[in-house]
């Protein structure tokens, strides 16, 4: 099966910093989204990016589906953007995620 | 609103006991995920299903068991079986080609 490996682990940033998550993939992958879990659990869409650029307000996203990553880069960075950051693909678009262990990112005031 | 909903938030469990877990969506989707995840680790898949009447195990599915007698709702049930049921449990529901979308979450735990 897919396997997809997120880096780095752990991460802490000075509030107003930026940052750069990583996601490599083992396989061609049509679905890639990238999600943050709160503290409360919740996993929050961020973006579905099988391939090209998104930005959505601080942050964006980067997949080069022919070299199998993604970046997810996050900009002046807020103490609400803390929690832990997955990376999670699929071969096509209904069949299941298989998940990355995560980026747990902690930003301090 | 339109949505998935997980029920209840938390739930525990006593030995020997089966628990289900509920999980609905109004979206019109077809397909339907659990997933488990433990502390500081990602979402493992536990079952899906793409259409009504018709689901896969996932990685997995031991001590576990599913329905989908209707395309509004995919419940899950926690059997005596499953020896470390304390988890966070996610639904998530597709349409065709689009992003999965997930529930709020139910935590179980043993009693």
């Known amino acids: 099966g897919i396997q997809v490996e997120q880096s780095p682990p752990d991460l802490i940033l000075q509030e107003g910093a930026n940052s750069t998550l990583r996601c490599n993939f083992s396989?061609?992958?049509?679905?890639l989204q990238w999600f943050h879990q709160n503290p409360w659990g919740q996993l929050i869409n961020l973006f579905y990016?099988?391939?090209g650029t998104k930005q959505n307000g601080r942050l964006s996203a980067t997949t080069v589906a022919t070299e199998r990553y993604s970046l997810l880069y996050i900009s002046s960075s807020q103490t609400t953007d803390s929690g832990v950051y997955f990376c999670a693909v699929a071969y096509s678009g209904n069949t299941p995620l298989v998940f990355g262990k995560g980026t747990r990112l902690s930003v301090i005031a | 609103d339109g949505g998935i909903t997980q029920s209840p938030k938390y739930l525990f469990r006593k030995e020997g006991q089966n628990v289900t877990l509920s999980c609905e969506q109004n979206l019109n989707h077809d397909a339907m995920y659990w997933y488990r995840q433990d502390p500081g680790q990602g979402l493992r898949l536990i079952y899906y299903s793409q259409i009504v009447n018709d689901f896969q195990k996932g990685d997995i599915a031991e001590g576990y068991s599913v329905s989908r007698e209707k395309k509004e709702s995919f419940p899950l049930t926690v059997t005596s079986a499953q020896k470390n049921p304390t988890a966070f449990y996610l639904c998530?529901?597709?349409?065709?080609?689009?992003?999965?979308?997930f529930g709020d979450g139910t935590r179980l735990s043993i009693l």
């Open positions: 396989d061609s992958v049509n679905n």
């Open positions: 998530a529901s597709t349409p065709r080609g689009a992003p999965q979308h």
């Open positions: 990016i099988p391939s």
